[in-house]
């Protein structure tokens, strides 16, 4: 079965409604969401969109930036709704050959108490943060941007009237999260292809754009799935400073892996000795490198326990190997999550940590780290 790069089930609802309404079984809920995710291949096919190709603009990149681009809606161009306008000058500056999601909406902060506060501590300012109220500050959230994609973008931007600076969003912050809880996913623009959701009763052999924006004038070319197939496995999700122990997203990912689950508090974490010793010694081992060979063992398994409450699991990966002659078979379930360690000089070290998921034994085992 093929590796779901992401699975949404926190800003769309429909998976947690059916499993809730049908009481679906642990393994119930395995077999639906991956057959509803082959469907969904089937269709990206059909439109020659490999969805391997989509990765990066998918799951969290630890070499590539993400930032939130802020819009004053009362600065735009009266002659054109606020969002198109701002849309339009940020689509003409993102690289050709690039893949990127497209995240927007307005700020939440309805009695405009501590968006000025947080925005005033992390953006990066164009011209001012002086937008009449919150609500009419608009936010374009792009990721997977190269250093100098995204200084070309904000020097692009700075002769559009209402253009106001942006928020660094690579690294977690009280103002990442609370830019973010507003957006919705708008596109993924891969290349020189924008991927839209349409309607949930049209079929997925056309094409539709129920956007505003006119993408073709720009050169690219439309593509589009129904909503329900977008909404699940075409969302990006910017990490948040979220400490749950636990949602619907994230028990609709365990058991998009996997046929059995169990409660998340009862997991514990394991690194083994010869991996924490190769990751904290050998020169090329990645806490090595990232000059945090210090952490001990049980500092570093308390550090991925404590990121399991953020709940955001990517590259959900079932394998199913069947015994031949020549080798051996193996099933397993495999998933990643995003690292941050803090350090005293530079910018935070992002570290990409592969782990198997072994409900048996209600151990959550570290595979690599990179």
Known sequence: MSRIHTLNARGHLMLAAMREHYSWSDEKT???VQRFHQDFLNILSGKRISYDELRTALTPQ????????LFD???C??????????ADALFKLLPAKTTHSILGGELCDDRDEIARRLLADKAVVAKDLNFKHPCFCYVLYVNNLSSEALAAIHEGLKSHSGYLGYVPCTYASLTKTFVTMGLVNLAIKHKNVVILGHEDDRPNTENHNLHLH????LGL?????QSMYFGVFLSYKPEQMLLQETDDDLQIAIRAMSKEAAPWSDFTVLVEDKKHEYLTNVKDGKLALASLGHMTRSELEAAIRFKMRSNYLY????RDVPETAESAGYRGSYFNIMLEFSREDGEPERVTVALEFM????VLRVVTMT
């Open 30 to 32: 395995f077999l639906e």
């Open 62 to 69: 630890t070499k590539k930036h993400e930032a939130a681009f």
């Open 73 to 75: 809606e009362n600065r």
């Open 77 to 86: 161009n009266p002659d054109r709704i606020a969002g198109v306008d701002a």
């Open 214 to 217: 006119d993408y073709t004038a």
């Open 221 to 225: 070319a439309i593509r589009s799935v």
């Open 315 to 318: 590259s959900l990966d079932w």
């Open 359 to 362: 409900p048996t034994n209600k």
